[in-house]
């Protein structure tokens, strides 16, 4: 097979772990059967599987009671999930500027409906979170707030114990897209109150898989009501977690693939996975940083972001202390030297080089505008476990190239 360069890794990690691709194959042809639901010999190893990919993910996560955590199609349905059946009509909502539409949308659809009052807390143009801003925001209404972990456009990771602690009693979803699988997420020590993940990113699973998290003492109403496997002479959808919140077959085929990455995330060790990551992150920031004709934007630190890296071929010139040469985001700009469009840039890199990122607004407008980049948004280049130091040399010479830099 022709040789590329995979770095889109914050759309869908690529390649997976053998062993997720194996599990996915022994579930379809040696298992098969509906876990939960009839008791025979299939069916018990089938529920195994599943009670065993819930086991690890509350290890992960450390959680002591696996069944706080419910599976979902992915981190959409996880939000979904939460903002229309935790909400109430009258609660106000805080997001921040960052956002992916996953969480915009939901909730806007329930602001033009009268049903919540919303608001968008700012964030600079790193894309960090102003947490006294935040504080002045908060109202009597205030019943959640929903918050990117880190950013799928530069990787910036907002600081959750500043976060909680300026939010007081007021539960925080915390979505976790970008970080779960590549940055430790303790939800005990922090405290938090939903987790929405995905589970063909960072966890190393296949597509169609995701979970919540949904801290003791919470209640959610369920998105969709049917058959559980349990109580099944009650015609009510039962109560309790994850059976509430888990009606019809799931998939199980990809929640034991899914399994079988948390359990590689878990062999390897999450330290292990973030230093491989920050130092694949900080050499394509020594390479690229400060050059003419290219701007990079994010905190441009490893240790305050994951791997992923936003990149315009414009020199923004600077117009404050805050914003350096080739070097920062920024808005408010004095001018621009005009380089190759985003969408260009993306294409050269897949025509010639072979090397494939995604270009635009990564379904997130609202923080290309706190970045300022909207509306031609980005390039991203978003890496992952099992990228190499020289993946990311030839990436960086790529980018030079079509900077015009020699
Ligand atoms: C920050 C963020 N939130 C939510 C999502 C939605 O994830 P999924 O497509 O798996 O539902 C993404 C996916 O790109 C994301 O980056």
Known sequence: MKKFIYLDNAATSFPKPPQVTESVIHFLE?????????????????SAIVRKTRESLARLFNTKDPGRIVFTMNATESLNTVIYGFLNKGDNVIISSMEHNSVVRPLKHLEENSVITL???PCDNKGFLDIDELKKLINKNTALMVLNHASNICGTIQDIRAVKNALGNIPLL???????????????ADDI??????GHKGLLGPQGTGGLYIKEGLTVRPLKRGGTGTISESIKQPESLPDSLESGTQNNPGIAGLGAGVDFIL??????????????????????RGLPGLTIYGPLR????????????HSILPTGD????????????????????????????????????RVGLHCAPLAHKTLGTFPEGTVRLSMGYFNTIQDIEYAAKAIKRIAGIK
């Open 30 to 46: 040696k298992v098969g059967a509906n876990p939960g639901r009839s008791g025979h010999k299939l069916s018990m190893e089938a």
């Open 174 to 188: 915390l979505d976790a897209a970008q970080t779960a699988g590549c940055h430790p997420i303790d939800v005990n």
């Open 193 to 198: 109150d939903f987790l929405a993940f995905t």
């Open 322 to 357: 805050n914003h350096e040469f080739g070097g920062c985001g920024s808005i408010n700009l004095a001018w621009m030297e005009e380089g190759a469009t985003a969408s260009d840039a993306g294409h050269i890199l897949d025509s010639d080089f072979d090397i494939f990122v």
């Open 119 to 121: 608001i968008i807390a």
């Open 267 to 288: 062999k390897e060790g999450i330290d292990e996975i973030k230093k491989h990551e920050e130092l694949l992150t900080s050499t394509l920031l020594k390479e690229l």
């Open 302 to 313: 490893a240790d305050l972001q994951t791997s992923t890296i936003s990149i315009t071929f």
